[in-house]
């Protein structure tokens, strides 16, 4: 569902990264240095960002490029989802993040649910692994995996955090504005069908 110019981008900047990580010969360094900033150039043609600030966002990592892993927790209290309003944008999402090195995906969910909605869960069940580009999402500079985890309530009570601004649960026939680059409108009313037929095989892409 991404535009063309943005896979592309992406395609050099991946490539840049693993030719600049590996390659030991100075003229080769010079020509992904080059490829490197032809992706800058399409992204800051396309975005109007400016190019340091690309740089900076974009393609700033070193190492061979894998994509980044965002983690978001289904939680559920009388048929309705549990969703935390968003500082940043105003708008809501299931409570959710990037995942942290050493910690396990289920540790994550947890984490953040605590952090950003005040609850104590218990991690349940993988529900979804979706690749961000399939789904439809506002144009993203990363390649994004999201993984969605049920979890169940075991203590604590709602309460906003650092991030996030309101705590509610939400009907299926009430959702409020999504922020969409964090979930959409189809990925919260597939854990709605989730919870209506646990037996639903695991999505995946």
């Known amino acids: 569902m991404e535009p063309k110019w943005l896979e592309w981008a992406k395609q050099l900047q991946s490539i840049s990264q693993a030719g600049l990580t590996y390659s030991k010969d100075v003229y080769d ?4 240095e080059m490829i490197r ?4 150039d399409i992204m800051a043609h396309y975005t109007e960002l400016a190019h ?24 559920f209290k009388d048929d309705k989802i ?10 809501w999402s299931l409570p959710g993040g990037w995942a942290d090195i050493g910690q396990t995906p289920a540790e994550v969910a947890v984490k953040e649910v605590k952090e950003e909605a005040g609850f104590v869960v218990r991690a349940k069940k993988l529900l ?12 993203s500079a990363y390649h994004i995996y999201k993984i969605f985890i049920q979890c169940e309530i075991v203590g604590g009570q709602a309460e906003q955090g650092l991030e996030t601004s309101d705590v509610q649960f939400f009907a299926e ?21 989730y919870i209506k037929n646990p037996e639903t095989p695991v999505y995946f892409d």
């Open 37 to 40: 900033n032809i992706s800058i």
């Open 52 to 75: 340091s600030t690309i740089k900076n966002l974009f393609a700033n990592e070193t190492g061979y490029a894998t994509p980044k892993v965002d983690i978001r927790a289904v939680v």
């Open 128 to 139: 979804a692994v979706m690749d961000m580009k399939c789904h439809p999402h506002p144009p």
């Open 82 to 91: 549990l969703m935390v309003r968003e500082k940043m944008d105003g708008k």
């Open 29 to 32: 360094l010079e020509r992904f």
């Open 173 to 193: 026939s009430e959702l409020p504005e999504l922020s969409v680059g964090r979930n959409t409108d189809s990925q919260i009313k597939m854990a709605f069908r």
